[in-house]
Nanobody
């Protein structure tokens, strides 16, 4: 069982930056690929970024490529999402998620078994 807790959301002006964190419980954190997803009001949840268990492979949605950076610290059981050059269209609830153990990175939310409660990111114009 893995529990995920996101933090770091907030209100920021367009062009600003935020860093989201997701702390995970458990002793086998490195066996889980991790992902970030987001859901804007009235929209379906969408993929943002993913990182492999060892942290060497990363994957981004085209909409955030070059602006967002995913990373993880397995010693701290934490995955991060550094968000720069934020735009109003980045406004959403951001969720972190963990795959089943041993699975690779994926942009398909059906591959993720554990989910956090979400953290709100609001970007004002």
């Amino acid at each position: 069982q893995v529990q995920l807790v996101e933090s770091g959301g907030g209100l920021v002006q367009a062009g600003g930056s935020l860093r989201l964190s997701c702390a995970a419980s458990g002793r086998t954190f490195s066996s889980y690929a991790m992902g970030w997803f987001r859901q804007a009001p009235g929209e379906e949840r969408e993929f943002v970024s993913a990182v492999s268990g060892g942290g060497l492979k990363t994957y981004y949605a085209d909409s955030v490529k070059g602006r967002f950076t995913i990373s993880r610290d397995n010693a701290k059981n934490t995955v991060y999402l550094q968000m720069n050059s934020l735009k109003p269209e980045d406004t959403a609830v951001y969720y972190c998620a963990a795959t089943y153990p041993g699975r690779g990175t994926s942009n398909d939310q059906r591959q993720y078994h554990y989910w956090g409660q979400g953290t709100q990111v609001t970007v004002s114009s």
